[in-house]
């Protein structure tokens, strides 16, 4: 959708901002370019609406070279978030929302119900904030608002200037969450700045990660990570790349240990001596539709009366996670509950237990597998809790 190619820039004072750059963003696909200050990603993402003009080589946009397709026809199918948000402060919010539709020349009763749609799309009640003020929002209010803007006309490509910089980690991160959602519903193709590897992570199907105006690797989160092309990436990306790669692995029905399970409306003693016989200390309470229902310890089994059933003595189990939730999160709610492990569920369903080894695992395997370029299932080591 987006290609680059052979592009350089050299600006009048003979800095070289983007030197001989090629790479290609697929339809709905989002790249985050990700880099230093200075090393030329504002430059880049600048040339494709044709706000700065490339020195050498060309840039397609939907199969067409733009430097033959008029600006302004080119910018109205490009959205455009830029670092500052730039709102008309003496504009409401939803003017300022369908500041593109207006002028495209649309009805004005059209521009708003359009803008209007896109605010609730970004998290902003329009009867509420609409006939707001630029000043009168929050700072991550107004970066929503500028979401809103560039997405207003349907653009097939949007451009993001480091769009989630000017607000505190905390809301940043929400906005990512947000957009991530919303990216997953609109599919737009887009090419995202920041500085911030940890963004670039998280928001980007692939990475392009820059050094002086050059892409020393562009990849998938993971391969980056785990796979560094260079020395100069290896230390963009950090010494904790492991803990990144957390939050990029995705937890797999083959990553989890079966524990022992008992039935809810099983009698209590009889899952004791089962329990007692399987050396095991507790066991995961399911129902009949093999729903999670629980945990349950071994003694209070055994001090069961004679009629107790196993669903009387549960305990109600908070951690747990979905499947194909990130590593990270299942890190992060066994050190919320404290707990030695994390239920999975599909749905409700029940499908095995994640403990700190086998999160090792997962980590190690996913490391292993995008070194050799193989899938996870693929690939089979001695983890270091086995040895
Ligand atoms: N108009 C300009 N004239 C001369 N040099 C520029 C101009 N704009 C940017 N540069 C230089 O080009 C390089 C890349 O800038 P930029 O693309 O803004 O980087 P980034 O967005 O990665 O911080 C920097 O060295 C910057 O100083
Ligand atoms: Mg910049």
Not at 130 to 155: C, I, K, M, N, T
Request: charged content about 25%; glycine content about 10%.
């Amino acid at each position: 959708m987006i290609r680059f190619d052979q592009v350089t820039k050299r600006y009048a004072d003979g800095t070289t901002a983007v030197d001989d750059l090629s790479f290609e963003v697929g339809e709905g696909e989002l790249v985050t370019l990700v880099g230093p200050s200075g090393c030329g990603k504002t430059t880049t993402m600048m040339m494709v609406n044709r706000l700065i003009e490339p020195t050498s080589g060309r840039i397609f946009v939907d199969g067409e070279d733009i430097s033959k397709v008029d600006p302004v026809k080119l910018r109205r199918r490009i959205g455009y978030v830029i670092q500052q948000v730039g709102l008309f402060p003496h504009r409401t919010i939803l003017d300022n929302t369908a500041t593109v539709p207006a002028l495209l020349g649309w009805k004005k009763s059209t521009a708003r119900a359009r803008a209007a749609e896109l605010l609730d799309l970004v998290g902003l009640d329009p009867k509420q904030y609409g006939s707001r003020y630029p000043e009168q929002l929050s700072g991550g209010q107004r970066q929503r608002v500028g979401v809103a803007r560039a997405l207003a006309a349907d653009p097939p490509v949007l451009l993001m200037d480091e769009p989630f910089g000017a607000v505190d980690p905390v809301v940043r991160e929400q906005l990512q969450d947000e957009f991530l959602r919303m990216q997953a519903a609109v599919r737009k193709t887009v090419l995202l700045v920041t500085h911030d590897i940890e963004e670039a992570v998280r928001l980007g199907d692939r990475i392009a990660v820059y050094g002086e105006g050059r892409i020393e690797q562009f990849d998938t989160p993971g391969a980056v990570l785990g796979t560094p092309a260079t020395p100069y990436v290896a230390e963009f990306v950090g010494a904790d790349r492991g803990l990144k790669r957390l939050s990029v692995t995705e937890i797999e029905p083959d990553d989890l240990d079966q524990p022992a399970v008992a039935r809810a409306g099983e009698p209590a003693r009889q899952a004791a001596a089962r329990l007692h016989d399987d050396d095991a200390r507790w066991a995961v309470v399911l129902d009949a539709d093999g729903d999670l229902h629980g945990w349950v310890g071994i003694d209070e089994l055994s001090l069961a009366g004679e009629e107790g059933l196993v669903g009387d003595l549960a305990h109600r189990m908070n951690a747990w996670v979905p499947v194909g939730a990130p590593l990270k999160q299942a890190f992060g709610v066994m050190l919320q509950h404290d707990a030695g492990w994390v239920a999975v569920l599909d749905g409700a369903r029940f499908l095995g237990v994640l403990t700190p080894a086998k999160l090792h695992e997962a980590l190690r395997r996913s490391v292993d597998a995008d070194a050799q370029g193989v899938a996870r299932d693929e690939v089979s080591f001695d983890s270091v809790a086995d040895a």
